[in-house]
């Protein structure tokens, strides 16, 4: 099968759990990217960043338009990741290809248990009484009106915004399945501001990293990352759909065992 197929296949498959699930789907770019594409760790990780840039900041606009971007929060959560993603991004070219394999598959790990809690939850959500879903309702319009979070909230945000920032550089994963459990939990959004808000964090992350990496930018082909990172866009929207019509916790159980499969797949390759 040429490349070029191989990368919209992928690239649409990345795109689709961007868009389903809003976050998650840039684990896949970069396994993909080595085992089907031929990659190595390290270019893999810095292709990957290309691609969730574009997607994310295709994502953004969509949802600015729809008004679910918090800009002034964004731009402070992001802000805190912008220098620990430019120095995980320059030491990222140092690493072994080895031990930034491992490191992924942790990661990778992290985002399949994260979102088995999810669905975990949810269910639980699902047995709960009509009146309780309307006060916890009522009580979440009331959160979000709440002029300012609590004096701790915005130290645990920065906190967590140089971590992701430094997740995203030396990884080159966007990290939507932590930015927007944080927003929620942590500065009170709703979810729909939570998962637009993290689109700006994920961007700015991703480009940040990109400026230091230089030496792993320059030998990529392009001619594999523009269709890969096309079909992701495309697919991004069709994720959103799909998202309207099939139940959100099959779609993220199922996304969740293909990441452990994937996981496994890579920790197998690190130790044989």
Do not use: C
Not at 80 to 88: E, F, K, T, V
Not at 204 to 224: E, I, Y
Request: glycine share 10%.
């Amino acid at each position: 099968m040429s490349a070029l197929i191989l990368a919209l296949a992928a690239g649409a498959a990345v795109g689709l759990a961007l868009g389903a699930l809003g976050g998650g789907g840039s684990v896949l770019a970069v396994p993909a990217l080595i085992y089907l594409l031929g990659f190595t760790p390290a270019a893999a990780t810095t292709a990957s960043l290309l691609i969730v840039a574009a997607t994310s900041a295709t994502a953004l606009y969509a949802h600015a338009r729809a008004g679910n971007v918090r800009w002034r929060t964004g731009a402070l959560f992001a802000a805190s990741g912008l220098l620990p993603a430019a120095a995980a991004g320059a030491v990222a070219a140092h690493l072994p290809q080895r031990a930034l394999t491992a490191a992924f598959a942790a990661i990778a790990t992290l985002a399949a248990v994260m979102m088995l809690l999810g669905t975990r939850e949810r269910r639980t959500d699902d047995t709960r009484t009509d009146d309780t879903r309307a006060e916890d309702a009522q009580a979440d319009d009331t959160r979000a009106d709440a002029p300012e979070p609590p004096r701790r909230a915005p130290a645990r945000a920065a906190g967590t915004g140089a971590g992701l920032g430094a997740l995203t550089g030396l990884l080159g994963v966007g990290g939507g399945f932590l930015v927007v459990p944080t927003l929620v939990a942590v500065l009170a959004f709703e979810m729909q501001s939570a998962v637009g808000t993290s689109l700006l964090v994920i961007t700015t992350n991703s480009l940040a990293s990109l400026l230091t990496r230089g030496a792993t930018a320059s030998g990529l082909d392009w001619s594999v990352i523009a269709p890969f990172a096309a079909t992701a866009i495309l697919g991004a929207w069709d994720g959103k759909r799909l998202a309207a019509k099939v139940s959100g916790t099959a779609l993220r159980r199922t996304f969740a065992v293909a990441l452990l499969a994937v996981a496994a797949f890579m920790l197998v390759d690190v130790l044989t």
